[in-house]
Structure formats: structure tokens, C-alpha cells
């Protein structure tokens, strides 16, 4: 008998294609986020909303995915900027072959903000590298309040957790020091902003958070 | 969900270096698996079985290292016999 090393990551290839995209955003000057929830947790509304209070010189698109039809390119194209679909045809994630195909023919240099709504799953798009410069986690309040102990991947490697629907928060017996504290025991440094879009509550920090992360962006050393 | 694609990546690697020895046949992989990779382990253990099933890797024993905590997954060693 013979051990032979492979020491190989078993998704090599999608995250050699990630790897190249994060460069390539960060040589733009782009700042890619990557936004992973459950199914319902308010991903499209949310984009909406951010869209929404956007000028119309803004420099974003959007690249939203699921399963099937394209019904959430068609809410978000409502707004005037570029946004594509890509229609997984079955696969619960976004992989970063996909997200280079779906960016064919856009020039980054042009764009200084790329929205990714991935696939509505908490388990599987945490394994898959996208390049994007931070992940971000949203959860409703309409969901347990113990969910980043259930799906724990998701809540540590986003930097920042959104805490949506809050609007419903007399309606339901979601506790949201439990919510935060379960995010905070998985990963310490976890930013948490509350918001309800249809209420529209904390939507201008969210705004603030994405503002600060483009300045951060087109100002980091590798911006040609 | 995506555990057959992730086994399917596996099994691919394994091919890819039984090719590099001739004459020998894969007996066991040994993976490393974080708690946070988004991978269920007895999903991927029975993927990998139904992969392999009816195949010239038949039988493949698997030998996961899990690592609480962690983000890995990678495939660690192979073991080939004559």
C-alpha cells in the first residue's frame, strides 16, 4: 500500500476562476458583494430598496440567480440599471464560472458596485468563492433567531449580517439579542445592521455600509 | 444539495492521479472537511458510494478529517495498491 499527497482543494477550479475575478474587480476598482439567504429572507426586496435610492449615474449592476425563471431580473430591472439572471437550471448555488459568464461583455472599469443575489440556500453558496469582496448574510426575523447555529458556515465567512423584515418583529417571537448574540458566538466581528423594507427602517445604514465599502474599494492599492 | 457535485470533483481528482501510477488501483481518499464548508458528511459519503459503484474505483474507502470550526475542503492523500 501507498499514500500518495494530493493536497488539492476539491473546488480547485472554481476558485482558481474566483481568485481571477477578485483580481480583476479589485484591478477596476469594483466592489463585489455577495448576499446568501434562505429562501424568502427579503434578497430581491432588499436590492430593490437599494436600488431604489440610487442616482441615476450610479455606477451598479446586478447579477441575481435562481433555480428557475427570471422573475427577479425583471423586479430589479425596473430601476434602469444593468441587471442579468442566471437561471442555475436546478443547482442550489452560484459558482464562479457562472458569475464570468453573466459578466460577458460588461466593462468593469465602468461599474464600481456589482450586487450578487445568490441562489436563496444558506448551505451550499458559502462553498463556492464567487470573488466578491465581502459575503453578506441576511436574515428575517420571520425565521428562528437561532439560525447562525443552525447554518453556521454562512454567518462566518459574511462580514456583515442584515437583520430584515423588523416591521414584523410584534408578530413573531423572534428574539433579536438571541439572534445577535448566536451570530456573535460564530463570528465575533460580525457587523449587524436591522432593516425592514417595506418599512423602510435602517435602510439609510445599509446604504452608509455599501458607501464606505466602494470608497474602501476604489481606493484599495491595487485600483490602477 | 450540491454533494454530488462535490463528490463528482472528487472522484475526477482520484482518476486524475491513478493515472499517475499504472498498475495500481485507488483503495482509499482521505479528505479534510470543515464544519463550515456547507457539506453534509453522510450525504457526500453516500454520493461518493453511488459514484463508485459498478466502477473500477469499486470499492473506495473514504476517510474524512473533520475539522470542527474549519473551511476546509480538500482532498488530503489517496492510498493505491498493487
Redesign the interface.
Given at each position: 500500500m501507498e499514500r500518495v499527497a494530493i493536497e488539492r482543494k476539491v473546488l480547485s477550479e472554481n476558485d482558481r476562476i474566483a481568485q481571477a475575478l477578485r483580481e480583476q474587480f479589485a484591478r477596476c476598482g469594483t466592489l463585489v458583494l455577495n448576499c446568501i439567504s434562505s429562501p424568502g429572507s427579503g434578497k430581491t426586496s432588499l436590492l430593490e430598496r437599494t436600488l431604489q435610492g440610487f442616482s441615476p449615474e450610479t455606477r451598479v449592476a446586478v447579477v441575481t440567480g435562481d433555480i428557475q425563471t427570471d422573475n427577479d431580473a425583471r423586479r430589479l430591472a425596473r430601476f434602469g440599471f444593468p441587471v442579468r439572471q442566471i437561471t442555475t437550471a436546478g443547482a442550489c448555488h452560484l459558482d464562479a464560472r457562472m458569475v464570468e459568464k453573466s459578466l460577458d461583455g460588461w466593462d468593469l472599469g465602468r461599474l464600481d458596485l456589482l450586487l450578487i443575489e445568490n441562489v436563496g440556500n444558506l448551505v451550499c453558496p458559502t462553498s463556492y468563492d464567487l470573488g466578491e469582496e465581502s459575503k453578506i448574510v441576511i436574515l428575517s426575523v420571520t425565521e428562528g433567531d437561532d439560525k447562525p447555529l443552525k447554518y453556521p458556515g454562512a454567518f462566518a465567512k459574511s462580514r456583515l449580517m442584515v437583520l430584515n423584515k423588523i416591521d414584523l418583529l410584534p408578530y413573531v417571537p423572534f428574539d433579536m439579542e438571541a439572534a445577535r448574540r448566536n451570530a456573535r458566538s460564530i463570528h465575533p466581528d460580525i457587523e449587524i445592521i436591522e432593516t425592514s423594507c417595506t418599512a423602510g427602517n435602517g435602510l439609510d445604514s445599509w446604504r452608509q455600509w455599501i458607501a464606505e465599502r466602494m470608497r474602501l474599494a476604489a481606493g484599495s492599492p491595487s485600483h490602477a | 444539495?450540491?454533494e454530488m457535485?462535490?463528490a463528482s470533483?472528487?472522484i475526477e481528482?482520484v482518476r486524475v492521479?491513478v493515472t499517475r501510477?499504472p498498475g495500481?488501483r485507488a483503495?482509499k481518499v482521505g479528505?479534510r472537511l470543515g464544519?463550515?464548508?456547507?457539506?453534509?458528511v453522510e450525504s457526500l459519503r453516500f454520493c461518493l458510494e453511488v459514484l463508485v459503484k459498478g466502477t473500477e474505483l469499486e470499492p473506495l474507502a473514504l476517510e474524512i478529517d473533520f475539522r470542527p470550526?474549519g473551511?476546509e475542503?480538500?482532498?488530503?492523500?489517496?492510498?493505491?495498491?498493487d
Open positions: - | 444539495m450540491h457535485g462535490i470533483s472528487v481528482a492521479e501510477h495500481a483503495s479528505l464544519e463550515w464548508a456547507g457539506v453534509d470550526q473551511s475542503l480538500d482532498i488530503a492523500y489517496l492510498e493505491l495498491e
